[in-house]
C-alpha cells in the first residue's frame, strides 16, 4: 500500500509542503490529457487511498470529496488540439505544469508519476515508477485525475453519442471502433494516433 515515505524524504532535503502529481488519459483516441497534483495533509488522510486502477468507480467516487475536503489541489488539462500539435508526452507534460501552478500554494517539491520529469516545473522534482501505488500523495492525484476525465468523457458521451465515451473514455475499444466506422471522427478525436491519422489517410502505409 502506497505511504508517505517518498514525501518525507523529498521534504527532508527541499522542504515543505510535497505534492504528488499523476495523470490520465495518455492512451485513448479521443478527449484531453488530464492531470492532478495534491499536497495531502498528514493528520487528515482519507481512508484508503490507493493507485486508481487498484480501486472499482464506486470506490474512486467515493473517495473524491473527501480528498477535495481534506488536501490542496490542482487540476490541469492538455486540449486535443494540443495533444496533436506536441505529441502526447509534451501535452502530458503541459497538463501536469498546469495542475502544479493550479495549487493554492506554490510547493517546495513534487513527485511525479513515472519515469521522466515535465522540464517546466516551478520546483525539484522526483520521479517515482509506479508512484501511485507508492506515495499517497500521487495516489490521490491519481484518484482526482480519474474520476475528473471519467466525468468529462460522460459528459462529451451525452454531446456525441454513439462511440461509448461513457463506458471507455476513449479508449480504442470495439464499441468505439463501431462507432468510428459508423459515424466518423468529432473534434474530439485525436488525429495525430495511428488508429484515427489511418482514417484520415487510408493509403498510408
Partial sequence: MPDLAFEQALAARFGA????????????????????????????????????????????DALFEPILATAQ??????????IDALNIL??????????????????????????????????????????DGRSLSIAAASIIAKVTRDRLMTQLDADWPGYGWAAN????????QAGLARLGLTPHHRRSFAPIRKMLSPGES
Avoid at 495523470?23 to 478527449?31: C, D, I, K, L, Y
Avoid at 473514455?169 to 468505439?176: F, M, Q
Fill in 90 to 131: 509534451q501535452a502530458t507534460f503541459l497538463a501536469m505544469c498546469r495542475a502544479v501552478a493550479a495549487l493554492p500554494e506554490v510547493p517546495a517539491a513534487t513527485l511525479i508519476d513515472g519515469n521522466r520529469i515535465p522540464p517546466a516545473l516551478p520546483c525539484p522534482a522526483e520521479a517515482v515508477v509506479g508512484g
Fill in 73 to 82: 489541489v490542482g487540476l490541469g488539462a492538455a486540449t486535443v488540439e494540443e
Fill in 17 to 60: 509542503p510535497v505534492a504528488g502529481v499523476d495523470e490520465v488519459g495518455r492512451g485513448p483516441w479521443a478527449g484531453p490529457v488530464v492531470a492532478c497534483a495534491v499536497i495531502l495533509d498528514p493528520t487528515r488522510l482519507p481512508e484508503g487511498l490507493d493507485d486508481s486502477k487498484k480501486l472499482t468507480a464506486k470506490r474512486r
Fill in 169 to 176: 473514455a476513449g479508449y480504442g475499444t470495439k464499441a468505439h
